[in-house]
Nanobody, 119 residues
Framework: QVQLVESGGGLVQPGGSLRLSCAASGFTFSIYAMSWYRQGPGKERELVAGIISAGGSTNYAESVKGRFTISRDNAKNTVYLQMNSLKPEDTAVYYC????????????WGQGTQVTVSS
């Protein structure tokens, strides 16, 4: 069955770095656009970054531009989010999201991984 399994979250001090990974299985990874969303305490879920295909176009929330980098490895069915210069306001549960780029437009969510930025 379809699975998106996130890993790499944890507690980090302000200014630190983390690398999130999302391992996908059960679907044809290469034809899916992949994204990272996050939901902070008391906030709505928001898009953090997205990538269409390996080496393809990316997009970022203004709040993370220049600090976060999304990438994907189609051979490993994995998408990554490199997070640098982390701030306390980056504290959230981070979710992996997959959207099929051709009809039918299936979408899938991971279970989330907690990122806490605190001293």
């Amino acid at each position: 069955q379809v699975q998106l399994v996130e890993s790499g979250g944890g507690l980090v001090q302000p200014g630190g770095s983390l690398r999130l990974s999302c391992a996908a299985s059960g679907f044809t990874f290469s034809i899916y656009a992949m994204s990272w969303y996050r939901q902070g305490p008391g906030k709505e879920r928001e898009l953090v970054a997205g990538i269409i295909s390996a080496g393809g176009s990316t997009n970022y929330a203004e709040s993370v531009k220049g600090r976060f980098t999304i990438s994907r490895d189609n051979a490993k069915n994995t998408v990554y989010l490199q997070m640098n210069s982390l701030k306390p306001e980056d504290t959230a549960v981070y979710y992996c999201h997959a959207r099929r780029r051709v009809a039918p437009m299936y979408t899938h969510w991971g279970q989330g991984t907690q990122v806490t930025v605190s001293s």
